[in-house]
């Protein structure tokens, strides 16, 4: 209201942590990140997508921390990771469970202190004919250790290589469908880490 002097409201605004567990060129579930990105950026206020490229990682070997220090790769990652409000897990499913390079990432952020611990999380996953549900039931069992805490529902399991065609050959996702679940999960995501952080959705925000 004109004169008012009442402070503005501002939303909460999240930034989620968005890590793909395919180190590949084409990646499907790299296009889920980068189709989050763009889902949030125009229809989702306060929720800020932040893909977090795990590609440069060594493979863990404790060997490599010296004096409580981690390798220059793993600090900027763990230092990604403490600074999240929450996180977005986009892997394919490799024989039955996580694949390597997203374990590797969960594992480097785990090591005292827990960098997870007390955020909210979703998982997708394109992959095969399972659409990674092991894979991602695999991931819920590591978060439980890790101190994560994830949205039930909605789930999504993409059959990447079924029709509908929802992917093209750079992995961007061309499927309406498929946003649309993708969209459910985000909202999900934000609805729920709000939740944990005890901060009603588009509340005044304390400073
Ligand atoms: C080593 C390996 C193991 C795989 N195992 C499974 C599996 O157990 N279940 C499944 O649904 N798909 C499996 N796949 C297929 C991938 O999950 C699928 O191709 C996925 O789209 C790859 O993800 P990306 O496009 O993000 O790289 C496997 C692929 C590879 C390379």
């Not at 992959?127 to 529902?153: A, C, E, M, P, T």
Request: hydrophobic fraction near 40%; proline fraction near 6%; include cysteine.
């Amino acid at each position: 209201m004109e004169g008012s002097t009442a402070p503005e409201a501002k939303a909460t605004v999240l930034r989620v942590a968005a890590i793909s567990g395919s180190l590949r060129r084409g990646s499907a579930n790299t296009g889920l990140i980068r189709a989050a990105k763009e889902i949030c950026e125009e229809s989702i206020p306060g929720l800020i997508i932040d893909h977090v490229d795990i590609s440069d990682l060594p493979l863990l070997n404790t060997d490599l921390e010296v004096d409580g220090g981690f390798p220059p790769a793993v600090e900027s990652f763990r230092a990604k990771v403490r600074a999240a409000d929450c996180f977005l897990f986009a892997s394919p499913e490799y024989n039955y469970s996580i694949s390597g390079p997203l374990k590797n990432a969960l594992d480097w952020g785990s090591r005292p202190p827990n960098c997870w611990a007390d955020r909210a999380a979703a998982i997708l996953s394109a992959s095969g004919g399972s659409g990674g549900s092991r894979s991602q039931y695999h991931i819920r069992q590591v978060g439980v250790f890790l101190d994560i805490h994830f949205i039930n529902k909605p789930e999504a399991f993409i059959k990447a290589h079924q029709p509908p065609k929802k992917f093209d050959s750079d992995g961007n996702l061309i499927d309406r469908e498929t946003k649309e679940q993708l969209r459910k999960i985000l909202l999900s995501l934000q609805a729920f880490a709000l939740r944990l952080q005890s901060k009603p959705a588009n509340s005044e925000q304390a400073t």
